[in-house]
């Protein structure tokens, strides 16, 4: 039961941080496409890890992490005032590298295939 109640709450925490992201923030350092991959909040609400993708190379997905990162009381300051919670969590951004890893591989694959092909 506590499982589902806390995959609600990310799911919840997910969609409406990515809102307040998009219609709220408005820091220069966001140039980037930013996507929320997943929330993982602790088992007592206090903190949030915040896993996003952003789109670009290192250093813009450096500077655009450390805006977020700088942002992170705002956002759940807002985020707070859509969604009611005994404790909104502190927010932790993190770079999730998982889609990118996913991109990685498939290109090689593609590359030995390729690479086969030509034998």
Same mark, same amino acid.
């Given at each position: %039961?506590?499982?589902?109640? %806390?995959?609600?709450?990310?799911?919840?925490?997910?969609?409406?941080?990515?809102? =307040?992201?998009?219609?709220? =923030? #408005?820091?220069?350092?966001?140039? +980037?496409?930013?996507?929320? $991959?997943?929330?993982? $909040? #602790?088992?007592?609400?206090?903190?949030? $890890? =915040?896993? =996003?993708?952003?789109?670009?190379?290192?250093?813009?997905?450096?500077?655009?992490?450390?805006?977020?990162? +700088?942002? +992170?009381?705002?956002?759940?300051?807002?985020?707070?005032?859509?969604?009611?919670?005994?404790?909104?969590? #502190?927010?932790?951004? /993190?770079?999730?590298?998982?889609?990118?890893?996913?991109? /990685?591989?498939? #290109?090689?694959?593609?590359?030995?295939?390729?690479?086969?092909?030509?034998?």
């Amino acid at each position: %039961m506590a499982n589902t109640r %806390m995959k609600r709450v990310n799911s919840l925490l997910k969609e409406v941080i990515s809102d =307040v992201i998009k219609k709220e =923030v #408005s820091d220069p350092r966001l140039t +980037s496409i930013i996507t929320i $991959t997943s929330v993982n $909040t #602790s088992k007592d609400l206090r903190n949030a $890890t =915040v896993h =996003v993708s952003i789109f670009g190379d290192d250093e813009a997905r450096k500077k655009n992490l450390e805006a977020l990162n +700088s942002a +992170s009381k705002y956002i759940a300051i807002k985020s707070s005032q859509l969604i009611v919670l005994k404790y909104f969590p #502190s927010l932790i951004f /993190k770079l999730d590298m998982g889609l990118e890893s996913h991109d /990685k591989i498939e #290109s090689l694959l593609k590359d030995i295939h390729e690479k086969e092909n030509l034998k």
